[in-house]
């Protein structure tokens, strides 16, 4: 090899050396964006901006959670979806992810081709509660009053297909039982008109109901979750109380966009993991009545789509359809 191909060599590798170092430096400084299709002070916004702090450590970037709340997520999910496939881009979706596709007639993308699984992070639970004047102080003597008064009886939600609307649509459902539906923008006047007797019950997250049941506000009958929950332990399951396939368990999880490589995809999942693992997120997630889970990415995919097919089912029945 003669010095001036070496030479030759040398100042090649120097020069692609010198014009991948700054991309390589771009990536490693860029922030990892946390889209939240959700509002502020939601469980989802808690979650998220409690795990951005170790995940940030983790990853060795800034983690920058953003509420782009609006359409039942979809709003949110929307810019992701269009995000690059670089890793920089993520969210944490709610339930709600699949059950827009068959609440809206059209949508911006599709909630499985144009995203990545990364893990589900969490489940949690509902709780059915009344106002204090219905007289029942069981679920089984709830059902009988809604069985012997059909459509005599009001619960709210927090809007159409929401969290909280499903959960009734599955009583109605399960128990073969009739009320009329208000639903409202969102879980606050859901639960200030269930305080107030303008609706006589509801589904609520088990961790914004437990101060108002402590408070003697509303009456707690049963959760919708496979075992009890420790903020509400005295209260039984639906199971428990005679409805043996009644389960209704919505969930956390974050997903990327399409496109995201296989080794992307497991370092980000592994990070999220560890994240999850720390004993301030843990304490966050108990206080929030959310259940860790371990999922990985394949799990999830999976997971997904047998979502798809329980929900789909659910929407179906409940006929909760939004323009």
């Known amino acids: 090899m003669t010095a001036s191909t070496t030479l030759t060599r040398l100042t090649a590798l120097a020069l692609t050396g010198a014009l991948a170092l700054p991309a390589v430096a771009q990536t490693a400084d860029k922030a990892l964006r946390m889209i939240l299709p959700m509002a502020a002070g939601s469980v989802g916004d808690s979650v998220a901006r409690g795990l951005s702090g170790p995940l940030s450590r983790g990853l060795n970037r800034p983690v920058m959670v953003e509420n782009l709340p609006g359409t039942g997520g979809m709003a949110g999910t929307t810019q992701l979806a269009r995000a690059a496939g670089d890793g920089a881009t993520l969210a944490l979706v709610s339930s709600s992810h699949v059950i827009n596709p068959f609440i809206f007639k059209s949508m911006p993308y599709d909630a499985i081709k144009d995203v990545t699984p990364i893990t589900v992070i969490g489940k949690s639970m509902m709780v059915l509660v009344v106002h204090p004047a219905v007289p029942a102080q069981t679920a089984a003597e709830f059902i009988q009053l809604l069985q012997a008064n059909p459509d005599k009886f009001n619960y709210g939600s927090s809007g159409i297909g929401g969290v909280t609307h499903l959960p009734a649509a599955m009583l109605a459902r399960e128990a073969q039982v009739r009320a009329n539906h208000v639903p409202y923008k969102g879980l606050a006047p859901q639960v200030t008109d269930t305080i107030g007797g303008q609706v006589q019950f509801g589904f609520v997250p088990v961790g914004v109901a437990a ?78 009545d959310l259940t860790p889970i371990t999922m990985s990415p394949a799990e999830t995919a999976e997971f997904f789509q047998s979502e798809l097919a329980k929900y789909g089912a659910l929407v179906k029945y409940a006929g909760a359809t939004a323009e």
Do not use: C, F, H, N
């Open 211 to 288: 101060p108002q049941v402590k408070a003697g506000k509303l009456r707690a009958l049963a959760v919708t979750g496979t075992s009890r929950s420790p903020l509400l332990p005295q209260i039984p399951t639906l199971i428990e109380t005679g409805l043996r396939s009644y389960i209704y368990d919505p969930w956390l999880a974050i997903i990327g966009p399409a496109g995201l490589s296989a080794s992307q995809v497991k370092s980000l999942y592994g990070e999220i993991r560890t994240a999850l693992d720390q004993p301030d997120v843990r304490r966050l997630m108990d206080a929030q």
